[in-house]
């Protein structure tokens, strides 16, 4: 029962009072009666009416926290396996949130989390364009390469593919090259985190040259040679380095989005 509730039984009971004392000076019995059953139905409506209204309250937050929070929570999570993943060459966009700010959706969130979601959204889209720049020096790392180790001038980032054992059964991967040197896994350990239990892995790099012709070469230490080369190059990459930097406080901002929505998420079922 909250203070407002107990202030109206407190005047309630102070009104009571009053009654007994105007019926012993008006020595009517039935006065008595019927100021103590208008202060009962009073306290009744009143007391009624509270919890209607906190019903009601707790209604309309729990709907806003299913159709709102509770999918903005459900991107936001997304968002942040995505940046731990290092995706940086793909456009990671907030749309649920871009969605909610074209109608009314956007006014059922508190204001000062609202204006914490616009700016996320803009940093997020700053983030995925300076993705998008470094996703395409890194290919070009990749050519230079190619010709450097493998003799073969390309435009095209190589295929790889990687194939396995598993239990009885030869399966394959085709990893994308550009992602695995962003997030510093080899094609082979890409494999190696998807699957467990497998054996006999090879891998297969297919290279096309300017000129359309194909080259298919095998794993050998000339790929260590080449991985490792990208690797270095990479990191010494000013955009690499400016998006890495970025990546970490976008995805704090995204861990502290996390826990205030599951704060408002949480909160309807404490009314």
């Excluded at 990459?237 to 599951?262: D, P």
């Amino acid at each position: 029962m909250d203070i407002q509730e107990n202030v109206g039984i407190v005047l309630g009971s102070i009104a009571g009072a009053l009654g007994i004392i105007l019926g012993v000076i008006f020595q009517s019995g039935v006065f008595n009666t019927l100021v103590g059953v208008a202060i009962g139905a009073g306290i009744t409506y009143y007391v009624q009416t509270k919890t209607q209204n906190r019903a009601w309250k707790r209604e309309y937050s729990v709907k806003i926290a299913e159709v709102v929070y509770g999918n903005l929570f459900k991107e936001i999570k997304s968002l942040i396996q995505k940046l731990s993943e290092k995706y940086y060459i793909y456009w990671i966009s907030f749309g649920t949130w871009k969605e909610f700010q074209q109608d009314h959706r956007y006014f059922m969130v508190e204001k000062g989390l609202r204006d914490k979601l616009d700016l996320f959204t803009g940093q997020l889209d700053d983030y995925s364009n300076g993705a998008l720049k470094l996703g395409s020096e890194i290919r070009n790392i990749i050519f230079e390469e190619i010709e450097r180790v493998y003799g073969v001038k390309t435009n095209q980032v190589p295929t790889t593919e990687v194939s396995f054992m598993k239990r009885y059964t030869r399966c394959s991967y085709m990893p994308e090259l550009v992602q695995c040197v962003l997030s510093e896994t080899s094609p082979i350990d890409f494999v190696r985190k998807k699957e467990t239990e497998i054996s006999d892995l090879e891998m297969i790099l297919i290279i096309a040259s300017v000129d359309g012709r194909q080259t298919h070469v095998h794993y050998s230490s000339d790929f260590d040679k080449f991985w490792q080369s990208c690797l270095r190059k990479m990191r010494e990459n000013a955009s690499y380095k400016a998006i890495a930097s970025e990546n970490i406080k976008i995805g704090q901002e995204a861990l502290n989005l996390q826990y205030e929505l599951s704060e408002r998420i949480e909160k309807p079922w404490k009314i």
